[in-house]
């Protein structure tokens, strides 16, 4: 049993929206926050958006305020990541990780996340 695993990923045009998903299985969300992290080709990879399932707060990088936004379904033991008015440099695979614990207004550092998802593929061209 996967711990995480992401969905949603494929092709879509300058400007367009996609909705990932990241379904958590053998654990309940509640206890933990969900991050999610990208990785373009020859770059590292970087912090995107959190949420705290247990309250609902959120984090987002520079890079995704204003365009991206997270969230959870608890039912459904998943966390979304809408992203609209994408463009070429959001190119990458997008990964989705949990945290035993809260974040606040900035992501800990990768190696403190537990699990990982196998990622998801967007790519954003015309």
Not at 28 to 36: C, G, P
Request: charged share 15%; with cysteine.
């Amino acid at each position: 049993q996967v711990p995480l695993v992401e969905s949603g990923g494929g092709l879509v045009q300058p400007g367009g929206s996609l909705r990932l998903s990241c379904a958590a299985s053998g654990f309940t969300l509640d206890y933990y926050a969900i991050a999610w992290f990208r990785q373009a080709p020859g770059k590292e990879r970087e912090g995107v958006a959190s949420i705290n399932s247990g309250d609902g707060s959120t984090y987002y990088a520079d890079l995704a305020k204003g365009r991206f936004t997270i969230s959870t379904d608890k039912s459904k033991n998943t966390v979304y990541l809408q992203m609209n008015g994408l463009n070429p440099e959001d190119t990458a695979v997008y990964y989705c990780a949990s945290y035993a614990g809260y974040i606040g207004t900035y992501l800990p550092p990768q190696s403190n996340f537990g699990h990982w998802g196998q990622g998801t593929q967007v790519t954003v061209s015309s």
